[in-house]
């Protein structure tokens, strides 16, 4: 967001948006309508198969272990037995959660995911130059209806999860100016509530955002911080145990696992793989970040830079539950934002777009161990997100490595990654998302 919009001329756009959304009046109805339509059809799915929110009454229980005193990671609930898995910093913030009953909570957790689906979006088109799409309502509505469907947003719901609202964190903290105060800040802070947004500092300091990098160390060692000051205990036991006991999280080699380490133990069939996953998770990390220092600083397009970045922490951690891949959404509305006369590349969106929509992963055997059974042929439906994930690095480091064209020549015509259009070309700098 520029200087201007966040003062007087921001209220005005805010206000010249705004009427563009009410000047078709139908539009708007039948965004509403659908946006009804949507979460009709999710009441209707939850009286047929009631959503478990298992995630929920985990965050609750952290809360109500941080707020009482109890043992934040000695507890388990749910009839999976599930326990704690994140910073004592997170328990500190699911505090509020045991103010509700559990049928409440459950109730506002679709209510926030909601909104926090329709702030992604706005995020998002911003992030990819949809300035009007980000400010006008009758799209914003229309496509928080449609991604709900989304299988990693579905599931965010199913859950009861938090995806979304760390990705808007740390989409909005990377969306601001370099020169913005405290820029990176929350991005540390997300860090402390789920190690994974980490890397993101990492994004920035290797873009040469020096400041900003140090500033989301800091986010994150005052979480940190906070957790051990309230929680002492808990905080020693986390960063110097829990923290490493990837098996507390869940098996690696379920199909609900598409990161790297799930698709490589699927495929060996083996349950621990060791320097099998480790090797390959170290070179993808190096690659994912070099595609995305390449790519922000030669190209000057910070978007890709980022979803570069996400797809590899996506990947490299040795868990990424599908419903973690929340990162879609942006993903989607960048391919989105260069379709516009191309169309190989709206395939390529339509192709994206069901392999986000599918479900491929649950249709193939995973009744108790058949995970680690699957047929070759079988092993693309098991893993569709580190495929997709690992040719996106790639097609990135391919256009990177060619030598940028002047204003007007499409270096995307056989690699399909989008090119700044002619006034993105004049305005992009690295620090602009």
């Not at 229980?61 to 997170?90: C, K, M, R, S």
């Not at 992963?361 to 059974?373: N, Q, R, S, Y």
Request: a positive charge; aromatic letters at 10%.
């Amino acid at each position: 967001m520029s200087a201007a919009e966040g003062t007087g001329t921001g209220t005005w756009t805010w206000r010249r948006t705004w009427a563009v959304s009410t000047a078709h009046p139908r539009r708007l109805v039948l965004a509403a309508a659908l946006l009804v339509v949507s979460f009709a059809g999710l009441w209707v799915l939850y009286q047929v198969q009631p959503l478990p929110m298992s995630d929920i009454v985990v965050y609750r229980a952290e809360g109500q272990a941080a707020a009482t005193g109890g043992d934040l990671y000695g507890f388990t609930v749910t009839e999976w037995h599930l326990p704690a898995t994140y910073p004592p910093f997170a328990a500190l913030l699911f505090i509020p959660t045991t103010w509700l009953s559990l049928s409440t909570l459950k109730v506002v957790c679709v209510l926030v995911n909601a909104a926090l689906l329709a702030l992604l979006i706005h995020l998002s088109c911003k992030a990819a130059g949809l300035r009007r799409a980000a400010h006008t309502a009758p799209t914003l509505l229309a496509a928080t209806a449609l991604g709900l469907w989304l299988e990693p947003v579905f599931q965010t719901f199913v859950f009861g999860q938090v995806n979304l609202a760390l990705t808007c964190l740390v989409l909005w903290d990377l969306s601001r100016p370099d020169g913005a105060r405290f820029k990176g800040l929350a991005t540390g802070v997300a860090a402390g509530i789920k190690l994974t947004p980490a890397i993101f500092g990492v994004y920035l300091l290797i873009t040469g955002r020096v400041r900003a990098a140090a500033h989301s160390l800091a986010g994150f060692l005052l979480s940190a911080l906070l957790g051990w000051l309230v929680l002492p205990d808990a905080s020693i036991e986390f960063w110097t145990r829990r923290m490493f006991e990837t098996d507390r999280v869940g098996k690696v080699w379920i199909v609900d696992n598409q990161s790297l380490q799930g698709l490589i133990t699927r495929l060996l069939h083996q349950p621990e793989p060791g320097l099998l996953w480790a090797v390959p998770a170290g070179l993808t990390a190096v690659a994912g970040l070099y595609a995305a220092r390449r790519v922000c600083l030669r190209r000057g397009l910070d978007a890709w830079g980022v979803l570069a970045t996400a797809v590899t922490a996506l990947l490299v951690s040795p868990i990424s539950w599908s419903h973690h891949w929340v990162w879609c959404v942006p993903l989607l509305i960048a391919l989105a934002a260069h379709t516009r006369r191309s169309p190989w590349r709206r395939a390529l969106l339509a192709a994206v777009t069901v392999a986000f929509t599918a479900r491929t992963m649950w249709i193939v055997p995973h009744a108790g161990d058949l995970d680690l059974h699957i047929s070759w042929w079988q092993q693309p439906l098991a893993a569709p997100y580190p495929l997709l994930a690992l040719a996106l690095l790639a097609v990135l480091i391919r256009w990177t490595r060619r030598p940028a064209g002047p204003p007007g020549d499409d270096p995307t015509t056989d690699t399909g990654v989008p090119a700044p259009r002619t006034d993105e070309l004049s305005a992009a700098r690295p620090g602009t998302l």
